[in-house]
């Protein structure tokens, strides 16, 4: 599963919006190939995976995933941003571990 705020290219003003749209669905094929990457060398491992493109609050969509799912666990690789994305976005490791019912699992950037 990948989550990914991908609707604010269309809400600026500034921009045109026939380059907003574009944008956009570069980002979401971009994302789209990456999971398809990822699902198909699973297969060549013998794991089989579903692959998921979730728009929006990442938090909340990793919750609402999982809940689907009936998970028994969350993965979730770490980011390195800096302090002006927290304030815009909040902390999502943080968001998860305290929505989750399920453990957390974070994997280090590094």
Known sequence: MHADYLL????????DQHLALDAYENAK???T?????????LAEEGIEAEMIL?????????IEESQ???ADLIIIGAHE???????????IHENVIQKSSCPVMIIPSR
Do not use: A, W
């Not at 604010?8 to 921009?15: A, I, K, R, S, V």
């Not at 941003?81 to 902390?91: C, D, E, P, T």
């Open 29 to 31: 094929k971009h994302d």
């Open 33 to 41: 190939k990456k999971l398809e990457v990822i699902k198909e060398e």
């Open 68 to 70: 689907k799912f009936d």
């Open 81 to 91: 941003h800096s302090k002006l994305y927290h304030l815009f976005f909040g902390n």
């Open 54 to 62: 979730h728009e929006g609050n990442v938090g909340e969509s990793i």
């Open 8 to 15: 604010p290219f269309l809400g600026e003003q500034q921009y």
